[in-house]
């Protein structure tokens, strides 16, 4: 089991910044994907970023060019750096992790674009 811990959410005026981080609670072996989505009141559960224990990401059309993805894998952590942040980004953000056959989320973690 592994178990995702998310911080960093809150709130934060349109136009500002927000960075999310993500910790495994242990070390991840082999071909994985880790990433971010999101889900706002009423919508599904969405894709927002993700990247593979190799390198390469992938995002969503709505925060190209605003939000990026990375990971430390020696401290078993993803972030996702948020800029240009706007009110339709308000939403409850997961943590997410794919292996082969397995999958793990996190709690969650609160972020609210208002003025």
């Known amino acids: 089991q592994v178990q995702l811990v998310e911080s960093g959410g809150g709130l934060v005026q349109p136009g500002g910044s927000l960075r999310l981080s993500c910790a495994a609670s242990r070390s991840i072996f082999g071909i994985n994907v880790m990433g971010w989505y999101r889900q706002a009141p009423g919508k599904q559960r969405a894709l927002v970023a993700d990247i593979t224990s190799g390198g390469s990401t992938n995002y969503a059309d709505s925060v190209k060019g605003r939000f990026t993805i990375s990971r430390d894998n020696a401290k078993n952590t993803v972030y996702l750096q948020m800029n240009s942040l706007k009110p339709e980004d308000t939403a409850v953000y997961y943590c997410?992790?794919?292996?082969?056959?397995?999958?793990?989320w996190g709690q969650g973690t609160q972020v609210t674009v208002s003025s």
């Open positions: 997410n992790l794919a292996k082969i056959g397995v999958e793990y």
